[in-house]
């Protein structure tokens, strides 16, 4: 009777610590690898993001404006991209109000695409001070790539990447420095990029990579790296 009591308790005792450590382990799985599916969009105001928005939708021709308001889709087929899974995609505008609000989507995104108009200086130094808010935010997850997208390669004077990625390097040191000696940087979060020393370099940055695009070739660069991209996530 005593053996059989034991041996049922044992039995209880073993059962319940699986089952315990079962549901655990599927909590913390859940929670590490989190399914994320966003496409965001961002950068400098008239650099292309909407133009590029539509062209995702399949509406090419389409006429933009200066965008007031966010642009999404969500769990969208977007086939240029993906013939298996559905993305939500998003279109920030250039404004300063919607510029505050992409730190709060950026755990959630799997791709951020950060626009630039490759014929305006303005347009590269507004990239940087968006570029720093980004890499120096505890907000990054473990999946997320960037593309600087150096976009309208088929206007005018375009500058190269390479060229770009120089001078983004350069305005962000600069951002840096002016930062640092101003002691500009919310207390509460002191970000990596604030407290780095010497030179930017983007080479410190596996999950940054720069490519040209524009209009005329239809994204073709930008769509091949966004697909190899989601493949390998
Ligand atoms: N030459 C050229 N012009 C482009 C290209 N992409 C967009 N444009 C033009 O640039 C202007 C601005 O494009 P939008 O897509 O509205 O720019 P945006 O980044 O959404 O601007 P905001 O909504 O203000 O943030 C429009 O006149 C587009 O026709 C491109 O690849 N090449
Ligand atoms: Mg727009």
Known sequence: MILTISINTILVITISTIIFILFFRCLFSKSSSKKRNTIMIIGPSLSGKTTFFYHLLGQKD?????????????????????????????????????????????????????????????????????LYDILNSDKLNEDLKIFICCNKQDAGFPKSKKMIENELSKELENLIKFKQKNNLE????????????????????????????????????????????????
Request: net charge negative; hydrophobic share 35%; charged share 25%.
């Open 62 to 130: 389409s006429k933009t404006v200066v965008s007031m308001q966010i642009n999404k889709v969500e769990n969208y087929p977007c086939e240029l991209i993906s013939n298996i899974n559905n993305y939500n995609i998003m279109d920030i505008p250039g404004t300063g109000y919607f510029k505050d609000k992409i730190l709060d989507y950026l755990n959630d995104t799997l791709i951020l695409l950060l626009f630039i108009d490759s014929t305006e200086k303005n347009s590269i130094v507004q990239a940087a001070e968006y």
């Open 186 to 233: 919310d207390k509460e979060q002191i970000g990596t990029l604030f407290q780095s020393k010497g030179k930017f370099s983007f080479k410190s940055f596996d999950n940054v990579s720069f490519l040209e695009t524009d209009r005329k070739s239809e994204y073709q660069s930008l769509i091949k790296n966004i697909k190899n991209a989601l493949q390998i996530i």
